[in-house]
């Protein structure tokens, strides 16, 4: 079979600037997908969040062979396999209450001052420029600070951290380059020492911060061993990163490619938390969750057999007419139910920074949006090319 034959082809070069028609033509022909290249792709919002809440495994080690297994096979012998992402009950569940302990809504709310200092300080540098790029300036930078300034790692490795859990987050979908699998592979080696690195110095320098609170996290008498420790903490970053880089890139695309819905918002700045719902409903920064069957599942009507790699079409799901109605392919900031999107997954790994993440895009947007009233795109976006973690790499914009 030619890529062009494919049914859902996310090879083709339209795919990242536009996946919505195709998504669309599967849940309206396919929509439990068995594909070629070994997965399976569940499209329609009811199936989505069934998939979601079944007690499915999100470990490799259930697959049952393949070129997704090889890859998957690689995360399940490393440090990173033991992050709550990539563990089943009963380690899921005692791993998700140890963070959850330190990672509290009350924490998270906490943090508004040291966010919109950030998001200010951003968009003093975008007032400077005239002509500037969104994601270096806001997108980028804002999630990667405030996720290091939660977990108190050291300034002077900010730098590489970056740059290594950027190479890291990539592992989030399937890839099919052997150079990109071993660059995934080395990063997280050298995260992991620098991790174990960054712990050790933190237990000798104690401070009010996440890392501390983690190190001494205790549920029932349990704490997390030092290896799990290092795959939660790099979770974070990687989880707690590039995510939110879409959701303020992809958001601000989206305002202005839709003026009407732009002007409202600066009309009626308590439409924002609204407004962030639907902006994560209408282009989901993270685009799928992935599932591992472990014995035949049936699925809208279809049964998928044991080991199966199976992927949750979350950005699909949040564009299905049979839940938000005819006008699903519209953005509409004062949607009543944008909420119920599956941006954040749904079931037991429902997202833990959902919370964070909803502040961050909060801020960023409404700030930006009423701090310039002559914002407006100014030259083409370019995509960063990912099925996953699809967003603009570059956004540039005039003030
Ligand atoms: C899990 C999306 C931001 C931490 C998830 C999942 C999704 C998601 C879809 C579920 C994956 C699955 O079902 O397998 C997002 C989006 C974000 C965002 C769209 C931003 C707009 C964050 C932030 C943090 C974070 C800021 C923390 C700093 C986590 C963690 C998990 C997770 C720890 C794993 C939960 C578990 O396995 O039990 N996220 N996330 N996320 N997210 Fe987020």
Not at 74 to 95: F, G, I, N, V
Not at 113 to 127: E, G, H, K, N
Not at 140 to 153: D, K, R
Not at 368 to 375: E, S
Request: charged fraction near 25%; glycine fraction near 6%.
């Amino acid at each position: 079979m030619t890529d062009t034959e494919l049914l859902f082809n996310p090879f083709l070069p339209d795919f990242d600037a536009d996946p919505y028609p195709h998504y669309q033509r599967m849940r309206d022909q396919d929509p439990v997908h068995e594909h070629p290249l070994g997965f399976w792709l569940v499209t329609r919002y009811d199936d989505v969040t069934a998939l979601l809440r079944a007690k499915l495994s999100v470990e490799s080690g259930n697959l049952a062979g393949g070129p997704i297994a090889d890859q998957f096979q690689q995360l399940e012998d490393s440090t990173r396999a033991l992050s709550m992402l990539d563990r089943d009950p009963p380690d899921h569940t005692r791993l998700r209450a140890l963070v959850t302990k330190v990672f509290t809504v009350k924490a998270i709310a906490a943090l508004e001052p040291m966010v919109t200092d950030l998001v200010d300080r951003s968009l003093d540098r975008v007032a400077d420029g005239g002509r500037v790029d969104l994601i270096d300036e806001l997108a980028f930078p804002l999630p990667f600070a405030v996720i290091s300034e939660m977990l108190g790692t050291p300034p002077a490795d900010h730098e590489r951290l970056r740059e290594l859990s950027g190479t890291l987050v990539r592992s989030l979908e399937v890839q099919t380059d052997p150079a990109v699998i071993q660059a995934i592979n080395d990063a997280e080696f050298e995260l992991t020492e620098m991790m174990r690195d960054i712990i050790e110095w933190k237990r000798a320098n104690p401070a009010d911060d996440l890392l501390t609170a983690l190190i001494a996290a205790e549920h029932d008498g349990d704490r997390l061993t030092e290896d799990e420790l290092v795959a939660q903490v790099l979770l974070l970053y990687v989880a707690g990163h590039e995510t939110t880089v879409n959701l303020i890139g992809n958001g601000a695309i989206a305002l202005l490619r839709n003026p009407d819905q732009l002007a409202l918002l600066r009309a009626t700045p308590g439409l924002a938390a609204n407004a962030v719902e639907e902006l994560l409903r209408y282009d989901s920064p993270v685009q799928q969750s992935r599932r591992i069957t472990v014995a035949p599942h049936t699925i809208g009507g279809r049964e998928i057999p044991a080991g199966a790699f199976v992927i949750a079409g979350l950005a699909s799901a949040n564009r299905d007419d049979r839940h938000f109605g005819p006008d699903a392919n519209d953005l509409r900031i004062d949607r009543a139910d944008a909420r119920t999107h599956v941006s954040f997954g749904a079931g037991p790994h429902h997202c833990l920074g959902a919370a964070l993440a909803r502040l961050e895009g909060r801020l960023a947007l409404g700030k930006l949006v009423t701090r310039f009233p002559n914002l407006s795109l100014d030259g083409d976006v370019a995509w960063n090319g990912r099925l996953n973690l699809r967003g603009a790499a570059k956004l540039p914009v005039t003030v």
